[in-house]
């Protein structure tokens, strides 16, 4: 079992900047995929994600804004946001896939105002 609890969501003004990190436990190891996606008035969708050798991809509304990046010896997947926009208002997941299976962390609000 992968444990993920996120962090670092609230509420700031449009161009603003927040970090998000997501802090993983229990069975890590062989975490293949790591994530984010958010979830604002619509579906779910993909913002960010890392694999286990560091090759990234981003949502293209975010590319250029947003980085993610992952610390293995720590645990940890951060995603920094600069120039938030009101669009990027959603609850953020983090997300990890290990082996067969894929797990979820309970999301984080982040708030983007005009």
């Known amino acids: 079992q992968v444990h993920l609890v996120e962090s670092g969501g609230g509420l700031v003004q449009a161009g603003g900047s927040l970090r998000l990190s997501c802090a993983a436990s229990?069975?890590?190891?062989?975490?293949?995929?790591t994530a984010w996606y958010r979830q604002g008035s619509g579906e779910r969708e993909l913002v960010a994600g890392i694999?286990?050798?560091?090759?990234?991809n981003y949502l293209d509304s975010v590319k250029g804004r947003f980085t993610i990046s992952r610390d293995n010896a720590k645990n940890t997947v951060s995603l920094q946001m600069n120039s938030l926009k009101p669009e990027d208002t959603a609850v953020y997941y983090c997300?990890?896939?290990?082996?067969?299976?894929?797990?979820w962390g309970q999301g984080t609000q982040v708030t983007v105002s005009s």
């Open positions: 694999t286990d050798r560091g090759t990234t």
């Open positions: 997300s990890a896939v290990r082996f067969l299976g894929s797990y």
């Open positions: 229990g069975s890590t190891f062989g975490i293949s995929y």
